[in-house]
């Protein structure tokens, strides 16, 4: 695997976002997000991750999405579009230049 700097892979993500999410519509909405927030509270939800991964689910992103999302409020939505992807493209980045599962099947190869 190919070594890649954050702000490359940053950029990459960005174009990937852009490809994904083409207009401001595709883009979820503040009351989306607040909906993500209070799922995971749910029950069943903090039942299936104890079940999966031996601990309650940790509903901090998706409380920072919700108050990221309200930030932007009175933006323009062509530019809430564009802190949202860039926003999404960094927790992207970070994700897959961080350590993973996929790292053992890279040792083994």
Not at 26 to 32: A, E, K, R, S
Not at 61 to 69: L, N, S, T
Request: glycine share 4%.
């Amino acid at each position: 695997m190919a070594s890649v700097d954050l702000e490359t892979a940053i950029k990459q993500e960005e174009e990937y976002l852009r490809k994904v999410h083409p207009t401001v519509d595709d883009v979820p909405g503040c009351m989306t997000l607040f909906d993500e927030f209070l799922q995971c509270h749910i029950l069943g939800t903090q039942i299936k991750s104890l079940y999966r991964y031996g601990q309650m689910s940790e509903c901090g992103v998706k409380k920072e999405d919700f108050k990221f999302c309200m930030s932007l409020k009175f933006m323009h939505p062509e530019q809430k579009r564009d802190a949202w992807i860039r926003r999404r493209a960094e927790w992207w980045a970070h994700r897959r230049l961080g350590k993973s599962s996929e790292n053992v099947w890279d040792m083994r190869k």
